[in-house]
């Protein structure tokens, strides 16, 4: 290279030099000619020398452009030739890594081979021939040996921990565990020298043990780094400190996650329950799964790991009541708050199909009490409305086909029959068809071991307007309805409500025919029972008011003088009652004749004056200080209650047709 700069600096020279004497010798020729030519011809010669300059200027940067890219390219070339030179050893570096890998797997080999060949020669002489060895001398080449051994491998295993290649510090502990179990086995006792190489081994053990245990601890660590560390731990012996560790790494992955979610998303987003029911119960999969690889039994998990996913279910439901309360408050709709429950049985049901993680039913256990008070909010919230439908009633019975009042669910009418059908008031009509959305709502909470209290819930309703009726049907209050006809209607409609609500808790919790729980069963017949008391109660009552009315009505002295003046058209030879009883018979003749009506079953009015009479009888025996000895022609005893009826209804029936009665 420095030839050619030489080479071509001496080619410019002498080509200046050249120039030199050409420039002197056309200026002798010019001087020569200037003398011969006249003036005129100098500018012309002028001219000519510029463009000869400009072309031998243009000449020079031409020779000077191909020298500079000749010199380019032989520097490309000498450093490519640089290059290749580099990777070339760089192949060769590698190759030589693969050889020592290669060697490194040869030695393991070989000394694995000659262990073997070690244990196939003690099985020899223990089955064949003993044959005479110095065991001292025996013994004092292992312990030779050991010793130069001890001081390579010490060596690798601070190297390795150094540099964190774990996987090959721990191959080299296993293999030596396994060395120090076979001098065990050759030796009597163990030197002082093999008990030190032992200590500085187990050191060494403690060293990688707590950096796994330092790297499982990272905030900042991976799955796979998690995986590995806590596999290396078992491989090391510790086992139970690599189960610890994993579920303190899933703990705080569910507490992060589950926390995270909760500020990233509304309350109000329907998306939330379910992204939060998976990342849980996904997660304590993944604890299941670590635990199981751990663990090496896969037919059980410990008491300690089941504590731990205890804990997290607890945890887990403690952010489901808070969503599940909040939307109730806010939207006021019970399916938001089923639906939830849904999602989270449903993907705690995964664990017991992939882990055999059996979390249901504590899960369930956790769930119901939270449930069961978003439940009783809306059973509170369905009693209003229940208090509007029967405040709004006018108490007047409609006549309707059962098939069309009960859904298609709870009607049981079959082909070939006749239909079937009741008689129901407004406010009944509606309670009927609130009961079934009521159940149709909660049905989905069954699945969550939760019937006793859907039952309750819906029994509730019930009662609730047993009761209603009794306030504003029976008694004495400003809102009552005080006719005859409106307290009997609301006694039929409340007769029919019995039967149909037993149908439909029938058929909404019972399988074939039979009740699917005991205790289930326990509380369907107790509900049951307590509808038609509050039947019995009410029916009971508008018989005390029934008679209250009548014993009342001895003070009103239009309806007196009316009787009186009747009583004078009548002889003295004729049987006449008291005041009393005629008042009472006109009453009993008034709903004698709703039994004529087409929206009053017969059957059911006759019932209702039996009863009447017998809680007549009833009163005329126990307060005897209500009737006037001196009118009454009749006496009346508890032993014939059939044969005092008879004897009043005969007295009774002076000009007035008798009602049909049947003991």
Not at 318 to 340: C, H, M, P, R, W
Not at 355 to 371: A, S, T
Request: glycine content about 4%.
């Amino acid at each position: 290279m420095e030839g050619h700069d030489k080479w071509s600096t001496s080619r410019f020279l002498f080509r200046d030099h050249q120039d030199m004497d050409d420039s002197m010798l056309s200026d002798e020729r010019t001087s020569i000619s200037s003398s011969e030519q006249c003036d005129d011809d100098d500018d012309d010669q002028l001219q000519s020398m510029t463009a000869k300059g400009i072309k031998h200027l243009c000449s020079e940067l031409l020779e000077l452009k191909a020298a500079s890219d000749e010199e380019f390219h032989q520097n490309i070339l000498s450093n490519y030739s640089t290059f290749v030179r580099v990777f070339e050893e760089v192949e060769g570096t590698e190759r030589q890594l693969v050889q020592l890998k290669g060697h490194a797997s040869n030695q393991k080999r070989l000394v694995q081979e000659f262990v073997d060949w070690l244990d196939l020669e003690l099985s020899i002489e223990d089955t064949v021939q003993p044959i005479a060895i110095d065991h001292e001398a025996e013994e004092w080449f292992l312990l030779n040996n050991l010793q130069a051994r001890a001081i390579d491998v010490i060596e690798t295993l601070d190297i390795l921990l150094i540099e964190n290649r774990v996987d090959e510090a721990i191959d080299i502990l296993e293999l030596e565990d396994k060395n120090f179990a076979m001098l065990d086995s050759k030796m009597n006792s163990s030197p002082n020298n093999v008990q030190s190489y032992k200590s500085m081994i187990s050191e060494r053990k403690v060293k990688l043990v707590l950096q796994l245990t330092q790297l499982a601890q990272n905030k900042r660590i991976t799955a796979p780094e998690l995986h590995k560390a806590l596999v290396g731990l078992g491989r090391l012996g510790n086992s139970n400190l690599a189960i610890q560790l994993s579920l303190q790494y899933h703990h705080k992955r569910i507490a992060a996650g589950m926390r995270n979610l909760r500020q990233s998303k509304s309350l109000l987003n329907e998306v939330y329950i379910r992204e939060l029911s998976k990342l849980a119960f996904s997660l304590i999969s993944q604890a299941a799964r670590s635990f199981a690889m751990l663990q090496g039994d896969v037919s059980g998990y410990g008491l300690e790991f089941i504590q731990w996913v205890h804990q997290e279910v607890e945890t887990f439901v403690a952010y489901f009541d808070e969503y599940i309360k909040s939307v109730s408050e806010i939207s006021g709709s019970l399916s938001i708050a089923t639906q939830s429950m849904q999602f989270a049985l449903s993907y705690c049901s995964l664990l017991e199909m992939d882990q055999q993680l059996v979390l249901r039913p504590h899960l369930i256990e956790q769930i119901q009490p939270h449930m069961e008070e978003v439940l009783a909010i809306h059973v509170d919230h369905f009693k209003k409305v229940v208090d509007i439908i029967t405040a709004t009633d006018t108490w007047i019975l409609s006549k309707y086909l059962v098939s069309g009042i009960l859904a298609g669910g709870y009607s049981t009418m079959e082909v070939g029959h006749l239909p079937e059908y009741c008689f129901l008031t407004n406010s009944g009509r509606k309670l009927i068809t609130l009961l079934q959305a009521v159940a149709e709502e909660i049905s989905p909470l069954v699945a969550a071991q939760m019937e006793n209290s859907i039952i309750r819930g819906l029994t509730d309703l019930f009662t609730h307007y047993a009761v209603m009726l009794k306030k504003l049907v029976i008694d004495d209050c400003p809102s009552s309805v005080k006719i005859l006809t409106g307290q009997v209607s609301a006694l039929v409609s409340l007769s029919t409500l019995v039967g149909l609500f037993s149908r439909i808790l029938r058929s909404s919790f019972r399988t074939d025919r039979k009740i699917t729980r005991r205790s289930e069963g326990d509380e369907y017949d107790v509900c049951l029972s307590s509808t038609e008391e509050a039947y019995n109660r009410l029916r009971a009552c508008f018989c005390q008011l029934f008679i209250s009315r009548v014993a009342s009505l001895q003070s009103n002295e239009q309806i007196v003088s009316e009787i009186d003046a009747r009583e004078e058209n009548y002889s003295i030879d004729d049987l006449m009652p008291s005041v009393l009883f005629q008042m009472l018979f006109l009453e009993l003749r008034k709903i004698e004749e709703l039994a004529e009506e087409d929206t009053f079953d017969h059957s059911w009015v006759m019932e209702l004056l039996r009863e009447l009479t017998e809680a007549i009888f009833s009163w005329m025996s126990n307060d005897k200080t209500n009737l006037d000895d001196d009118d009454v022609t009749i006496e009346c005893t508890k032993s014939s209650p059939q044969v005092c009826l008879f004897l009043i209804l005969r007295t009774l029936l002076v000009k007035v047709e008798p009602f049909p009665y049947s003991s």
